[in-house]
């Protein structure tokens, strides 16, 4: 059995060793099933991400508990993170939940704004001893309407505010905008190489990619090599999901056994992280990820938070 781990040990040894992460987002049981199980095959650390719109849809306490309850009986490094909290409360709330890793999205407000709030929940989740990431610049949602290159680089992150908002806020990882979208269901996205290679130059600390399914395997691997170390999926493992039901639907109309065609989408998820996880390069890594852990006596969450209002 293995206790949840936080995600800084995991990406800071990523960011040692030239690799990436994944994380990965579950809406289900059988996708959290699948995540976990695609990292012990690969033998992967692996960040399993919730998202408000999760909580919406299945309650925090309901998809957080199958997600814990599957990292203790995994054989690798898995963190709970929320992913994408836009609001104050609901950050406070995984806290408590016992999300084993946080991350604020303030990039729709102001800088100073930004900068205030994640400021206050990073001095909050540090005193439980979880980490957060935050985001500066912004990733725009593809399906709010496609962008040229142009109107995407008025999103992008600068390395002098990606600079000053580290320094200012104290995170554990920074959101970087540097040409992915949300929800892109084709990889056709290309990344500013050259942005990331300076925003590391300037913050040191782990980067995070998200909207990654929509970019190409080749940037994958480029923005690896400039500094980002943790990678986020979502719509991909929705394709793989719902196109498998789909497929199970068209040749079994007769079956209403919600267990099959469950279990023929959870094993599509299956390979389709085992890919990713491929792509990152993380994968044989866990036993290695343990033992710095042990060493750096990394804080490993095994409780739930006990923070107060």
């Given amino acids: 059995m293995m206790p949840l781990v936080d995600s800084k040990a995991l990406l800071i040894h990523a960011l040692k060793n030239k ?7 579950a809406n289900n049981m059988e996708v959290a099933q699948a995540i976990i199980e695609a990292a012990e095959l690969e033998k992967s650390p692996v960040i399993v991400q919730i998202s408000q719109g999760a909580i919406k849809y299945a309650g925090i306490k309901c998809i957080s ?13 898995v963190v709970c993170h929320l992913d994408h909290g836009v609001d104050y409360s609901v950050v406070v709330r995984a806290l408590r939940a016992g999300f084993t890793s946080l991350m604020f999205d303030g990039s729709s407000l102001s800088f100073e704004e ?5 400021k206050e929940l990073a001095r909050m989740a540090h005193a439980a001893g979880i980490p957060l990431e935050a985001e500066i610049g912004r990733v725009p949602d593809s399906e709010k309407g496609s962008l040229t290159l142009e109107e ?17 806020t104290n995170v ?8 992915s979208a949300h929800r892109m269901k084709v990889q056709s996205a290309e990344l500013d190489i050259d942005r990331i290679y300076e925003i590391s130059s300037m913050v040191n600390a782990p980067l995070v990619l998200h909207g990654a399914s929509g970019v190409k395997d080749e940037h994958v691997v480029r923005a690896i090599k400039a500094g980002i170390t943790k990678v986020n999926f979502a719509t991909e493992l929705n394709k793989a999901f719902t196109n498998s039901l789909k497929e199970y639907f068209s040749q079994h109309p007769e079956i209403v056994d919600v267990r099959k065609y469950g279990e023929s989408a959870r094993k599509n998820v299956v390979n389709t992280v085992r890919e990713k996880i491929q792509l990152l390069n993380s994968n044989n890594r866990a ?20 923070i107060v209002e």
């Fill in 287 to 306: 036993d290695d990820v343990l033992k710095y852990i042990s060493d750096n006596k990394f804080f490993e969450c095994d409780k739930q938070s006990n």
């Fill in 65 to 77: 508990s199958i997600v814990k309850t599957l990292a203790k009986e995994s054989s690798v490094p």
């Fill in 19 to 25: 690799y990436a992460v994944g994380a990965f987002n």
């Fill in 152 to 168: 995407m680089k008025k999103y992008y992150t600068t390395p002098e505010e990606a600079k000053e908002f580290f320094e200012k």
């Fill in 172 to 179: 554990d990882s920074l959101a970087v905008s540097v040409g």
């Fill in 114 to 118: 930004n900068v205030k709030i994640t």
